[in-house]
């Protein structure tokens, strides 16, 4: 037991204090291809990657809070938003049709299984990754509050100069 | 075989953590939650004590440590309950680790041993999964292999037991899929604009037995078909189930085979979004443990067909599937109306419209003088045929709109009919028809008025007034609740449900709670004081029941 322990605090201590890529995960994609996350992200500039599901209030709040921002981030910058849904099989049908009724225009991947929220060691929905060019995961946040969206516009425009971003 | 176990991570560990340190190297991903409650005495929301605690202080906690690097990955979980919180289940007791895997794939295989969760289909066969804020898991124990044989060919097979609690079900499970993408193996499909997966799942499991009066099958086999096809816009989604002979807790020992039917059709283009569904299930319940009850050791997953509501008063009314049988329909619409349009006005507007219905499926009763074909058959029941018992229906509407850049309201109206006997008591169809004037109901007219202020930037003002007006059960509800949101950091919420119409005089109660979240990155820290009522809470249409309570909760989560 002592071994596993030292184990890992020796892996998080240096995992830690390095940049992390993303774990090859495969998703499906609303038209039903199963694709590699690894292979979605963008390379020309940032990529955010937002976790959310039909029935989570807040994940919907904050992708349409953020819409408006997304849009412009771009046109400037060349970021790509992929929204992954965490809905199981059953409510993944509902996915498309929310999709269009709220008008978002954000890249929909599905993780039915949960493979991706798992493996990336998220509690709860909303939750929200940045990651740069070179697919390195530079911010991550649990949660969202109005405003966290000006606050996730003003990172990811950050991230698409180069500067440094602090929780 | 823990032990075993255990070393070899160990050992696959530390080379993985040597490798981390070159730029190429594994990726360490975990989360850690705490939660913990010192519960107060209150004699208004729980007279005679039933419900407090003789430890005063509860808290559980668990941390996931998921290790991948390429394509091996490896992880482990811990669970600690000290005591466990009121409203989970009491077989959470103690603290271990209750969950650990390697996974490696390989040229098109990928095999998992230990824990794993997957799922057949949408489900209604086997799907293992958790759902930690309900103390929900029926994780896997096995092994476990998903194999891409062909182009668009997908296999999957499972052997393993199930988690019950700190133990494992006592039944074996052993299962296989198949899903074929016809359209990567036919790109004729694909000319025609069409794209069709189709898939087939078998689950059986294996409980031994030793009834004295009954001879019960030890292998119960399920098994289902499924299709998805797609066209433009269109989306239809169909699948079907079987379930041999299964006497159970759930259905009373009775040998009548089940079956489960589900389709639905959606369309979704230019801001328009509608999906038109339907179910129906006869006996289905499926658990690897056929004495198992509540939420224990389920094999598959029938979710309900209904809206899942997240605002606290209709929240206080789910709807959870009836396992035994029901059927039912849904209808939803979702049309934005553009920018700059007449309705919409400078920013859009969003309407959504859903409709759901929920009732009993045609059950003929064999009658109890047939002792024997009662016991064998229990009852027939005619798909054609109508449930005259209404189980749930709702019927809701939702404008969202922007006003201008620091306004945004939303007004939804709910009216509900929620079948108490059922969803309550858990009485079966065979009462209610005998005496339906027992039926306990609730019928309820809802109205949210939910309003979002920028008051400057990152600083947000946010309130939500509900009314849940009804003659039946605790009767009427008034709620307001204040939010005030500094983003990133901070986030303070005030908020009562005042119980006005509540016939019993003493039960008038107000429920006051505030709460204050501090977020630092992917670390969030809530501390909550105040009273909260008895409810159903459900997370993705798996519901709990939860006792009233009052007193000081903290909750600290954080992912790394």
Redesign the interface.
């Known amino acids: 037991?002592k071994?596993?322990f030292?184990?890992?605090a020796?892996?998080?201590f240096?995992?830690?204090m390095?940049a992390?890529?993303?774990?090859?995960t495969t998703l499906k994609t609303l038209?039903?291809?199963?694709v590699d996350i690894k292979d979605q992200i963008s390379t020309e500039g940032p990529t955010v990657i937002g976790f959310w599901?039909t029935?989570?209030?807040p994940c919907i709040k904050e992708l349409?809070a953020f819409a408006d921002y997304a849009i412009d981030l771009e046109e400037e910058y060349g970021a790509k938003v992929l929204a992954v849904s965490i809905?199981?099989?059953?409510?993944s049908?509902?996915v498309?049709?929310?999709?269009?009724?709220?008008?978002w225009e954000y890249t929909i991947l599905l993780d039915?299984?949960?493979d991706l929220k798992?493996?990336?060691?998220?509690?709860?929905v909303p939750?929200t990754l940045v990651l740069n060019a070179e697919g390195e995961v530079v911010?991550?946040?649990?949660?969202y509050?109005?405003?966290?969206e000006?606050?996730l516009a003003e990172v990811v425009a950050k991230v698409a100069r180069g500067e440094s971003v602090e929780? | 075989m823990n032990r075993l176990f255990r070393r070899l991570l160990t050992l696959l560990l530390l080379p993985g953590a040597a490798i981390a340190q070159d730029s190429y190297g594994g990726q360490l991903h975990g989360n850690f939650q705490l939660d913990g409650q010192w519960y107060l005495r209150d004699e208004g929301i729980d007279p005679t004590g039933e419900f407090y605690p003789d430890e005063r202080f509860l808290g559980q906690g668990y941390a996931n440590f998921v290790y991948t690097d390429g394509d091996f990955s490896g992880g482990l979980r811990y669970e600690n309950y000290q005591n466990v919180m009121l409203g989970f289940p009491e077989g959470y007791r103690g603290e271990g680790i209750t969950y650990r895997y390697l996974q490696f794939k390989q040229d098109n295989l990928d095999v998992t041993v230990g824990s794993f969760y997957e799922q057949f289909g949408s489900g209604m066969v086997f799907r293992s999964y958790e759902e930690r804020g309900l103390g929900y898991d029926n994780a896997m124990d096995g092994v476990r292999v998903k194999a891409n044989l062909a182009k668009g060919v997908y296999l999957k097979g499972v052997l393993g037991r199930q988690r019950f609690y700190f133990e494992k079900s006592p039944g074996l499970l052993r299962g296989v899929d198949a899903e074929i993408n016809l359209s990567e193996r036919w790109h004729v499909l694909d000319s025609l604009g069409l794209r069709w997966t189709i898939g087939a799942s078998y689950m059986s499991k294996y409980q031994r037995a030793n009834d004295p009066f009954l001879v019960l099958p030890e292998n119960v086999a399920a098994g289902g078909v499924r299709s998805q096809l797609m066209k433009g816009p269109w989306v239809l989604n169909t699948e079907f189930a079987y379930k041999a002979n299964d006497p159970s807790a759930d259905n009373g020992y009775i040998y009548k085979d089940g079956n489960g039917f589900i389709a639905n059709l959606s369309y979704s283009k230019n801001g328009l979004g509608v999906i038109a569904g339907m179910k129906r299930i006869d006996n289905m319940s499926f658990r690897s443990d056929r004495n198992g009850s509540t939420i224990d050791m389920l094999v598959n997953y029938l979710s309900p067909t209904t809206e899942v509501h997240t605002y606290a008063l209709p929240a206080l009314y789910q709807y959870a599937t009836q396992i035994n049988g029901e059927e039912g329909i849904q209808l939803e619409a979702n049309y934005r109306f553009k920018r700059k349009s007449k309705l919409g006005g400078k920013y859009g507007m969003l309407v959504s419209i859903n409709y759901s219905a929920v009732q009993s499926i045609d059950k003929d009763y064999v009658a109890t003088s047939n002792d024997t074909l009662r016991t064998l058959q229990g009852y027939y029941s005619d798909p054609m045929e109508r449930g005259t018992i209404p189980y749930f229906h709702d019927l809701n509407f939702k404008i969202s709109k922007k006003v201008n850049s620091s306004f945004k309201y939303n007004l939804t109206y709910l009216n509900l009919h929620y079948n108490r006997s059922v969803l309550e008591d858990g009485l079966g169809d065979e009462p209610m028809l005998s005496n339906p004037e027992n039926i306990k109901t609730m019928d309820a007219d809802v109205i949210v008025l939910e309003t979002l202020f920028k008051v400057k930037s990152k600083h947000y003002l946010r309130n939500e007034f509900q009314l849940l007006s009804t003659q039946d059960d605790r009767g009427s509800m008034a709620m307001a609740l204040i939010e005030y949101s500094i983003a990133p950091h901070w986030f303070f919420s005030v908020q009562d449900i005042y119980n006005y119409g509540n016939p019993d005089p003493d039960q008038k109660l107000h429920y006051p709670l505030a709460s204050v979240v501090y977020t630092e990155g992917t670390s969030r820290f809530q501390l909550s004081y105040g009273r909260q009522q008895r409810g159903i809470f459900c997370v993705g249409g798996v519901c709990r029941v939860v006792p009233p309570s009052n007193g000081v909760s903290f909750s600290l989560t954080t992912s790394f």
Do not use: Y
């Open positions: 037991m071994n596993l030292a184990a890992f020796v892996t998080l240096t995992v830690g390095q992390q890529q993303l774990p090859s038209d039903g291809k199963r599901a029935w989570c209030k349409t809905d199981d099989t059953r409510n049908s509902r498309a049709p929310m999709v269009q009724g709220q008008g039915e299984n949960q798992r493996n990336l060691g998220i509690v709860n939750f911010w991550k946040h649990s949660g509050s109005p405003g966290d000006e606050n929780h």
